[in-house]
């Protein structure tokens, strides 16, 4: 088979992710905090998707890590 025939085999990193998700999370919170009355603090609001960003990027990386380990040919 040729390099074009081959299908492709790319996935979104981890990092593509995490961050598309942190993006949806604080559109939601902005928009939710707009139409409703709930209020929310700004402060522990951004640390918690700071740590939890944090934590997936980590938790991300290793999992690609191992899958890409697993999936090379030993030499």
Avoid: C, H, Y
């Avoid at 402060?43 to 090379?72: F, P, Q």
């Amino acid at each position: 088979m040729s390099p074009q025939e081959t299908p492709s085999t790319r996935r979104p990193g981890p990092g593509t992710i995490v961050w598309g998700a942190v993006i949806l999370v604080i559109g939601s919170l902005v928009l939710l905090n707009q139409l409703t009355d709930i209020q929310f603090d700004t402060g522990i609001v951004l640390m918690g998707l700071l740590v939890g960003t944090g934590a997936a990027l980590v938790i991300g990386g290793a999992l690609a890590m191992a899958r890409k380990d697993r999936t090379e040919p030993p030499s």
